[in-house]
């Protein structure tokens, strides 16, 4: 990841990344932040 401020993710994988492998990083990245919006509303 590259940092791009405080709200945004920029991610920037190699081009030729299999598609298994982008997809277990969504799914990664999905629930890290739903875990943190989840400690966020506490």
């Known amino acids: 990841m590259i940092s ?3 709200s945004t993710i920029r991610i920037a994988p190699p081009l030729n990344i299999p598609m298994e492998l ?3 990083a969504v799914d ?9 919006d989840r400690e966020r509303v506490k």
């Open 4 to 6: 791009a401020g405080k």
């Open 28 to 36: 990664i990245i999905i629930d890290v932040i739903k875990k943190v």
């Open 22 to 24: 982008a997809e277990k």
